[in-house]
């Protein structure tokens, strides 16, 4: 192992700290229960973890990343099981392989409402670029691109901008915009599917 490699390993966490971080996500998970995500601020999980608010802030600086960081298993599940569609039906169209990842990630964001809502709260106001920033959302703009990619190809259009596309498509699903067409317009999680299918992958 030469010293590049040695140096790259990542270290292992103090006990202390990992003391830490795990009555934090207690404390936050007590909390998110039992008012919600958006109802509860970072003093009252610093009061319900009997830490001080500097603690806590050393190592989230924000809600959002608390989040993330409770819901990291889940979202490493969710890609699995994302990637593991998309091998297992690399011979369907792109538009077929793209409905799928949608109704796999709504299935997701219905069983982690709250906690996905905290994930994509901005840390201080509600700025439209941060949503983007955020690692789910990353990933999932780089798999979406990738199928628009081939749908265009696919289907010999050209003109078509699939960062674009994309970015919409995510606008689309994101908290705000899902909950509200839950439950202002009252459509169903398939209803929702059928109209996103209809709006960004329909082929013509």
């Known amino acids: 192992m030469n010293e590049e490699e040695t140096v790259s390993l990542p ?18 998970l007590r909390l998110f229960e ?7 601020s970072m003093n009252q999980i610093a009061m319900e973890a009997q830490i001080g608010p500097g603690t806590l802030y050393r190592r989230y600086r924000n809600k ?21 569609y998309l091998e297992d039906n690399h011979g369907d169209s792109p538009s077929s392989r793209l409905r799928g990842i949608l109704a796999l990630f709504m299935g997701f964001r219905e ?45 010999g259009r050209s003109g078509s901008n699939s960062v674009f596309r994309a970015d919409m498509l995510l606008n689309g699903i994101s908290s705000d915009a ?27």
Not at 66 to 80: A, I, P, S, T
């Open 34 to 40: 039992r008012h919600g995500v958006e109802q509860v």
């Open 178 to 204: 899902y909950w509200f067409q839950r439950e202002v317009r009252e459509y169903t999680p398939d209803e929702i599917l059928e109209h996103l299918c209809a709006t960004f992958i329909a082929e013509s």
């Open 111 to 155: 069983k982690k409402a709250q906690l996905l809502r905290g994930v994509e709260e901005s840390s201080s106001s509600n700025r439209p670029t941060s949503r983007t920033k955020g690692p789910l959302y990353h990933e999932l703009h780089e798999i979406l691109v990738q199928l628009f990619d081939e749908m265009h190809a696919f289907s």
């Open 11 to 28: 270290k292992p966490e103090r006990r202390d700290a990992a003391e830490n971080r795990q009555r934090i996500l207690n404390a936050a």
């Open 64 to 84: 959002s990343e608390l989040c993330l960081d409770l819901m990291k298993d889940n979202l490493v599940q969710l890609f699995e099981d994302i990637y593991a």
